[in-house]
């Protein structure tokens, strides 16, 4: 499934930089790899994921391996996370209600 694979990618906090630094521009793997201190190796499999899900394109030029972030699978995750903001938001409501409440008794007691 598309949103596994998403989800999955997203789940990694070094994949979330990675794409947070391509928001910014195309960058080169050797470029990613910087602020991380791992081997070119897992580098190149936390890419391999973020392709696998969609989130990046790679272009190759020589030996040089250029990535791009691919938002649109975000927006299928976006959209299944909107279907379900509706369920916590009502909670959350309820949740303030009470609690406004709870203080306007308490204030009356006083």
Not at 23 to 34: D, M, P, V
Not at 80 to 105: G, H, N, P, V
Request: some cysteine; aromatic content about 8%; hydrophobic content about 40%.
């Amino acid at each position: 499934m598309v949103l596994d694979r998403i989800f999955h990618a997203l789940a990694d906090p070094t994949r979330r930089a990675m794409l947070k630094s391509l928001t910014s521009g195309e960058r080169k793997i050797g470029e990613l790899a910087s602020p991380f201190s791992m081997s070119f190796a897992a580098v190149s499999k936390h890419v391999r994921v973020l392709e696998q899900a969609g989130l990046i394109h790679r272009r190759v030029e020589g030996r040089a391996h250029f990535c791009q972030l691919n938002p649109d699978p975000l927006a299928a995750a976006d959209e299944w996370l909107r279907f379900y903001e509706s369920c916590w938001s009502k909670r959350l409501d309820a949740l303030e209600d009470a609690l406004r409440a709870e203080d306007a008794s308490q204030s009356h007691e006083k």
